[in-house]
């Protein structure tokens, strides 16, 4: 069987949790399935001849960010034929998807890791490309052959969102986590990750919370640096955020991080995307792990913490409560949401407080932060590995190919 994959994100050029995701299940299903990749962000060298990079249409250069999606959506659905089956990541890839099942006479599978119409600060970024991204993404979804949602509560939100999409199409697999690459370092690894984090300003001696994530109004750093304000002076906050969405919450987290750093010492702020080794490094030097998301289909982040070792405290929204077990892992703050879709918090000064509270519970006991993350590395071990996730999805797809 060929399967032909298309996402925007792939790493190294375009990194996101979609393209941790792709590039682990295309590793895993590649050794059962003939496996391509297509991605944005130009060729990739030394990839050979299963991975294709596509750049940005020349002449849509200066057009709304969707509409240059759209253009390399075009090149792409052409570009997978010959393949049996096409699974799209993410509206940037859907429209590719969709369009290239119908062109081809074959079906389409798409992967949900968020939903458009319960991100609408995006609008703040692709002004009026908002709409044809969400035009995008329902014409995928409603046309789909099969919808693999990453967490029951994606699942959830699909139906919700998506009245018209048959249930029998959609199915529930999470995400996973490579055990292997993700582990805590020992021996003399371990001495390299020390001297990685103190470069970066860490000190292991302290307990520390962490953070890594995009800066996007889902991810809800900033309702971290104000329940920061709250944590005990010796704990550290070392925040691994990049890729603002736009300037104007660049700038909201750049004055968040200032005025925490001239009460406290210890916040750390590393905007840049680091390799695996030395984030690893980052995280096996903190205490605890933290997800303020108030969207969050599932969270890869959170996998990755829980395989190091790390307990992780997080929104009770999306799919975090599919992965931390509240209480054995980690612990799970409560968050009641408007219901417009922006996910804002009710009283986002008691969401704060409560975060600021497990933070600094989890932070302050050494021996119970320890526990937990062994607690969460065993979870990470016995339900998420790759190799499970990825003969679900053969399933999947037999059972998609079967209905044709």
């Known amino acids: 069987m060929r399967v032909d994959m298309l996402t925007r994100e792939y790493p190294p050029q375009v990194y996101g949790g979609a393209g941790v995701h792709v590039t682990e299940l295309a590793r895993v299903l590649g050794t059962r399935a003939d496996v391509r990749v297509h991605c944005f962000g130009g060729p990739r060298e030394d990839a050979g001849d299963q991975v294709r990079g596509y750049s940005d249409v020349t002449e849509l250069a200066g057009a709304n960010p969707a509409l240059q999606t759209f253009g390399v959506d075009l090149e792409m659905a052409d570009g997978v034929r010959g393949t ?45 490309g908002y709409a044809l991204s969400s035009w995008a993404e329902r014409t995928a979804y409603e046309g789909a052959d099969g919808i693999i949602a990453v967490s029951a509560g994606m699942r959830e939100d699909i139906l919700r969102v998506y009245p ?98 001239a009460t406290r010492s210890g916040v750390v ?59 054995v892992t980690g612990v799970l703050v409560p968050i009641d949401q408007v219901s417009d879709g922006t996910g ?35 979870r990470a071990e016995e339900h998420f590995s790759w190799e499970a996730i990825a003969e679900r999805t053969l399933e999947f797809y037999a059972s998609v190919l079967a209905r044709r």
């Open 344 to 378: 804002t918090p009710v009283d986002p000064e008691r969401f704060e407080a409560d975060l600021a509270a497990a933070l600094t519970a989890v932070a302050g006991d050494e021996q119970r932060a320890r526990e937990m993350g062994a607690a969460g590395r065993r």
């Open 269 to 327: 702020w590393i905007d840049t995307m680091l390799p695996r080794r030395d984030l690893i490094a980052v995280l096996t030097a903190c205490t605890v792990f933290v997800c303020p998301s108030v969207y969050e289909p599932l969270g890869i982040v959170n996998l990755e913490a829980m395989a190091v070792g790390l307990p992780v405290v997080g929104s009770a929204t999306g799919g975090i409560p599919e992965v931390v077990d509240d209480g």
């Open 164 to 261: 018209s999409v048959d249930p029998e199409k959609v199915a529930v697999i999470h995400n996973g986590i490579d055990l292997t690459g993700w582990q805590r370092p020992t021996g003399e690894e371990a001495e390299h990750a020390e001297r990685v984090a103190r470069s970066h300003g860490i000190d292991p001696s302290r307990p520390a919370v962490v953070f890594v994530g995009r800066i996007t109004r889902q991810k809800g750093l900033p309702h971290l640096l104000r329940a920061a304000r709250s944590l005990p002076a010796d704990v550290q906050l070392v925040l691994c955020a990049g890729a603002p969405d736009t300037p104007a919450l660049a700038a909201e987290v750049r004055a968040g991080v200032e005025e925490l750093r």
């Open 84 to 128: 049996d089956i096409v699974h799209s990541h993410t509206w940037y890839a859907n429209l590719a998807g969709h369009l290239g099942g119908l062109l081809h006479g074959v079906p389409h599978v798409l992967s949900a890791h968020s939903l458009e119409p319960l991100r609408p600060w995006k609008a703040e970024q692709l002004g009026g």
